[in-house]
T-cell receptor, first 113, second 113 residues
């Protein structure tokens, strides 16, 4: 079964600081990779996705992620945090042979003024 | 959360009661999924349906049943609710190809007392 690991269940950053959320997957074949964001009391929204077209993927709200096959990683970054970035972020993967998504445990981001 | 509608949004049940969570999608996709979200555990797949008339167990199916009523609708039933089923439940369907990710409903927050 596909495994997704997000390092750090909580991340606290100052407004304007770099946001870095880590995600590693376990698969010998690069899967499709996604980052989702969940704002309080809301559903999940797709931030960005990796589909092998480019290793650096840009998403909404200034976020981007870099796929590194050698490290089996897909870390999410944003150069300058905004108060509105406070949310929970999930990394997810699916294998190319089916549609089922496997999710990491999530990372909650708080932004300090 | 365009494309997937879930009802109800909130529900409180007593232990042993039954209920059905409803989900409908207008993405015209064959696949539909039910997940539960618990703190620190991300989203875990309960059941999925790859096409109308088929359903399969996911990671945590015990205590649940599902019905794929037609291409649009996929319901989740708790026959005898237990406090361990207190969770937030999400229905999802693919946005298109496997590389596109999912769209999610807004969720059902269920409390079993």
């Amino acid at each position: 079964a596909q495994s997704v690991t997000q390092l750090g269940s909580h991340v606290s950053v100052s407004e304007g600081a770099l946001v870095l959320l880590r995600c590693n997957y376990s698969s010998s074949v690069p899967p499709y990779l996604f980052w989702y964001v969940q704002y309080p009391n809301q559903g999940l929204q797709l931030l960005l996705k990796y589909t092998s077209a480019a290793t650096l993927v840009k998403g909404i709200n200034g976020f981007e992620a870099e796929f590194k096959k050698s490290e089996t990683s897909f870390h999410l970054t944003k150069p300058s945090a905004h108060m509105s970035d406070a949310a929970e972020y999930f990394c997810a993967v699916n294998q190319k042979e089916d549609y089922k998504l496997s999710f990491g445990a999530g990372t909650t981001v708080t932004v300090r003024a | 959360n365009a494309g997937v509608t879930q009802t109800p949004k909130f529900q409180v049940l007593k232990t042993g009661q039954s209920m059905t969570l409803q989900c409908a999608q207008d993405m015209n996709h064959n696949s539909m999924y039910w997940y539960r979200q618990d703190p620190g555990m991300g989203l875990r797949l309960i059941y999925y349906s790859a096409s109308e008339g088929t359903t399969d167990k996911g990671e945590v199916p015990n205590g649940y049943n599902v019905s794929r009523l037609n291409k649009r609708e996929f319901s989740l039933r708790l026959e005898s609710a237990a406090p361990s089923q207190t969770s937030v439940y999400f229905c999802a369907t693919p946005l298109g190809t496997r590389a596109a990710g999912y769209t999610f409903g807004s969720g059902t927050r269920l409390t079993v007392v």
